[in-house]
C-alpha cells in the first residue's frame, strides 16, 4: 500500500477528484481505502497501514461518466465471482446497451452511474459463464475476449482476483495508455519461494516505473490482456487486427512530460510540437506584419513547447505567469466555476514582464477557453500592448468520448468559430493554432511504427463506431448530471447514514477529478504489519464477501495499481 499510495501520488494529474487503493491480504481478503479528493488527503500513515497485503489496485479518478459522486471512486469491487477488484481509465461509448445487458439478461445491479462498475460487471459476468470453482489462465483470457467484443470505447483496465493473481488489459484500439514493468524482489528467503522472484507493476505512465525502482517497462499491446499469478506471466493478444490509434490528447496534456507512452517520449513530442508551431508562428506574423517581444507559457504543462518556440523564433522567453504551485489541474476541475475562480488563484502575472510589450501566450491547448480568457485579460491589466495566443494543440471542435472530459460541443470554445471569432471570445488580438497534419508529424515521427494516433476532438472522426446519435445522447446525459448534482449529493448523505460498507464516508474534501495507475508485485515476502487503532475516517474495513472460491488463501503476491487521465 505505501508504494500504491508513491505510485497515485505520480500520478496525481491524471484524477484530482478521487483516490483509492484496495490490497489483497491474507487469506485472499480485500482491503479498501478510497475517497473523493487528492491522494495526499485520502491516504495518511494510519489508513495505509491497515492495507494488509502484497498485492495491490490503485485509482486515481477524473470523471467522464457519471458525476463526482465519492460512490463512484475506483477501483471497484464485485464479491462474485472469486472476489474482483477492478480500475479502469477511459470511457464506454455503449454503457447504455452493456447496462441493460446485465439487467435484463445477465441480472447484475450496477448501483452507479460510472461507467466503470458497468465494465467490471461484465468481466465478472463473462467469468461467471465459466461456472468453475477455480479459474485459470484461459478462462480469464475467454472472458476478456468475450469483453472485448461487448464493450466499445476507450478502457486501460487493472484488475485483481481474491487469492489468484493481477490482470491489465488494454482496448483493441489501444487508446488508453498501459504499461508495465518489473523488478527483482527483495523478499527473505526470496529463492527458496516458488514464486517469479521479481515484482511486477502495471502503470498508465512510465514515471511510476522510473521513481519506484522498476524496470524493462513496455507497453501492454493494443487488444492484449496480461495475467500475472504467483507463478507465471502470461500474455495473449485478444482482439488482433485493430487499428492501434493511441489517444494524441496523452502527448498534448495529459501526461506527464518525463513518460514514455507507446515508446513516444512525451517530453520530446511537445518539443516537437513547439518546433512546428514556431514555423507557423513565423509565417503567421511574417504575413500580416506582426511582431512580437517576448514569448510566454502558460503554466504549467506549456513549458516545455513554448521554450521551443522562443528558440525557434530567436526570442526572449520570459516566465511571466508564476504558478502557486499549491493549485494543481483546473482543466480537470469538475465545474466551470470552480475551473475560472482556480485559474485566478493559479496564475500570477508579474507587470515587469508585460508592460508595453507585445506579448505571445502559448497554450499546449484551448479547450472551453476558460484558461485563456482569464490570462489574456490578465496580460492586458498587467499593461500589454498586444495579446497574441498560440496553441500547440489546432482547434478543438468534437467531443473527446475516450477518457477526458471535453464534452458538450457547446462548452468547446472553438466549436462553430473561425481563429477570429475564437480570438474575439478569448479576447485576444490574434489566435494562432498549429495546424494537425503538424500535430500528427511531431508525434508519429517519434514513432513512425504507429500509423495513425485518435485525434476525434479535432477532426470529429472517432476510430470506434460513433454515431452522431450518440454525440446527442451524450450531451443530453450530460447536461443533466450537471443538473442532478445537486440531487446525487443528497442521494450520498441518505447512504453514508446507511453505513454502507462499501461506499467510503469520508466527506468530500471539495475538489477535484480524475486518472489512473496499476501495479503489481510478486512474490517478495510478507505484507505490512496491521497496527491497531481507531477506525480511519474515509476508509472502510475488509471488504465482505472476499473469501469466495478461488480464494487459496496465497498471500504473497503483491500488485498495486493505480490509474488515471
Ligand atoms: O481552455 P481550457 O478549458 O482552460 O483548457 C485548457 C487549459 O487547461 C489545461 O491546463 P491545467 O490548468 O488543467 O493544467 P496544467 O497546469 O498542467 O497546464 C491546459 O494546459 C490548458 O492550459
Ligand atoms: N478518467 C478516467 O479514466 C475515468 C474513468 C471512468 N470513466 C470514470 O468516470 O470513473
Ligand atoms: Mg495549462
Redesign the pocket.
Known amino acids: 500500500a505505501p508504494e500504491a499510495n508513491e505510485a497515485l501520488s505520480l500520478l496525481q494529474?491524471r484524477g484530482q477528484d478521487a483516490a483509492g487503493i484496495v490490497t489483497c491480504g491474507p487469506g485472499g481478503r480485500f482491503y479498501q481505502c478510497k475517497a473523493n479528493g487528492m491522494v495526499r488527503d485520502v491516504f495518511t500513515p494510519a489508513s495505509l497501514s491497515r492495507l494488509l497485503g502484497n498485492m495491490a489496485l490503485g485509482h486515481t479518478r477524473y470523471p467522464t461518466a457519471g458525476s463526482s459522486n465519492h460512490a463512484e471512486a475506483q477501483p471497484f469491487y464485485v464479491g462474485s465471482p472469486y472476489g474482483i477488484v477492478f480500475a479502469h481509465n477511459g470511457n464506454l461509448t455503449n454503457t447504455d446497451e452493456l447496462r441493460h445487458f446485465l439487467d435484463e439478461d445477465a441480472h447484475r445491479h450496477i448501483n452507479t452511474d460510472s461507467d466503470s462498475e458497468v465494465l467490471l460487471n461484465i468481466l465478472a459476468n463473462n467469468l461467471q459463464k465459466t461456472g468453475k470453482f477455480r479459474i485459470n489462465e484461459e478462462d480469464i483470457f475467454t472472458a476478456i475476449r468475450d469483453l472485448m467484443k461487448q464493450c466499445s470505447g476507450g478502457y486501460a483496465c487493472v484488475a485483481m482476483i481474491a487469492g489468484f493473481g493481477i490482470i491489465a488489459f488494454r482496448d483493441p484500439n489501444g487508446i488508453r495508455p498501459l504499461g508495465m514493468c518489473s523488478r527483482k524482489a527483495e523478499g527473505e528467503n526470496n529463492s527458496a519461494r516458488a514464486g517469479l522472484g521479481r515484482d511486477y507493476c502495471f502503470t498508465s505512465e512510465s514515471v511510476v516505473c522510473d521513481a519506484l525502482g522498476f524496470e524493462d517497462f513496455e507497453d501492454v499491446q493494443p487488444g492484449e490482456a496480461v495475467i500475472i499469478t504467483k507463478t507465471a506471466v502470461s500474455r495473449r493478444v485478444l482482439a488482433p487486427g485493430q487499428t492501434f490509434a493511441p489517444d494524441i490528447f496523452e502527448h498534448i496534456?495529459v501526461a506527464r512530460e518525463d513518460s514514455v507512452i507507446d515508446g513516444i517520449s512525451v517530453y520530446q513530442a511537445r518539443m516537437a510540437m513547439g518546433d512546428k508551431l514556431a514555423e507557423n508562428i513565423r509565417k503567421v506574423l511574417a504575413d500580416r506584419g506582426e511582431k512580437v517581444d517576448v514569448i510566454m507559457p502558460?503554466?504549467?504543462?506549456?513549458r516545455v513547447a513554448a521554450l521551443q518556440v522562443a528558440q525557434r523564433l530567436n526570442l526572449p522567453y520570459r516566465e511571466g505567469f508564476v504558478k502557486n504551485r499549491y493549485i494543481a489541474?483546473?482543466?480537470?476541475m469538475p465545474g466551470q466555476a470552480l475551473r475560472r475562480k482556480n485559474v485566478r488563484r493559479?496564475l500570477n502575472a508579474m507587470a515587469i514582464e508585460f508592460a508595453g510589450k507585445s506579448v505571445m501566450l502559448v497554450?499546449?491547448?484551448?479547450?472551453?477557453?476558460?484558461?485563456?480568457r482569464e490570462i489574456v485579460q490578465m496580460a492586458r491589466d498587467k499593461g500589454a500592448t498586444k495579446v497574441i495566443m498560440a496553441s500547440c494543440a489546432p482547434p478543438i471542435r468534437h467531443p473527446n468520448v475516450y477518457g477526458i472530459n471535453m464534452p458538450t460541443r457547446r462548452e468547446l470554445?472553438a466549436h462553430g468559430r473561425t481563429d477570429e471569432e475564437i480570438a474575439r471570445e478569448i479576447q485576444a488580438d490574434l489566435v494562432i493554432y498549429q495546424t494537425l497534419p503538424d500535430l500528427v508529424d511531431s508525434v508519429h515521427s517519434l514513432n513512425p511504427s504507429i500509423k495513425q494516433f485518435e485525434c476525434s476532438v479535432f477532426d470529429g472522426k472517432y476510430v470506434t463506431n460513433v454515431t452522431e446519435d450518440y454525440l446527442a445522447h451524450l450531451e443530453s446525459l450530460r447536461s443533466e448530471n450537471a443538473k442532478s448534482k445537486t440531487a446525487a449529493t443528497i442521494v450520498n448523505v441518505n447512504m453514508e447514514t446507511a453505513n454502507d460498507p462499501l461506499v467510503s464516508r469520508r466527506p468530500s474534501s471539495g475538489a477535484l477529478n480524475g486518472g489512473s495507475v496499476f501495479g503489481m508485485e510478486a512474490a517478495n515476502g510478507n505484507g505490512h504489519a496491521h497496527k491497531n487503532g481507531n477506525a480511519f475516517e474515509g476508509c472502510s474495513g475488509p471488504l465482505n464477501g472476499a473469501d469466495a472460491a478461488g480464494a487459496d488463501g496465497g498471500d504473497d503476491i503483491s500488485l498495486y495499481n493505480s490509474y488515471t487521465r
Open positions: 494529474h496534456y502558460v503554466p504549467d504543462s506549456a489541474r483546473t482543466f480537470i493559479k497554450d499546449d491547448s484551448i479547450v472551453r477557453g476558460t484558461t485563456s470554445v
